[in-house]
């Protein structure tokens, strides 16, 4: 399976790793996400979108923390992809990160996926009518 790697960043608390999987670009950030760390994620995700991937899947299996400002991060890269017809999901949330998204309402406006299998299942199919990957988990 070809996962061109598009790039990553790092600082002591947050790694951020950013590849393509099909019409999709995998961010998964690793460590603690909030003020001190939350460019390292916005970065990538902006780029991502500036490049023309639109579908963002966030793989949360590795993210330990998350504050305010990182939750506004991805709330503010869910609107960018919106307005240009994707969209953000998060995938495998750890479960203090997803009770953060649960107290602020935010797991209602983002698709939340159990695993990044899911997600990616999800991914649309390759345009031009060619035949789909195979969507086995």
Known sequence: M???TVGSAQSGRLLVEV???GKSAVVTPAGELDHHTADLLREPLED???KGLVRLVVDCTRLEFCDSTGLNVLLGARLK???AGGGVHL???QPVVARVFEITGADAVFTVHDSLADALAEDPPASSGSPGSPESS
């Open 48 to 50: 991502c979108l500036a």
């Open 91 to 93: 995938a495998g949330m």
């Open 19 to 21: 590849r393509n999987e």
């Open 2 to 4: 070809d996962r061109g």
């Open 81 to 83: 992809a919106e307005t």
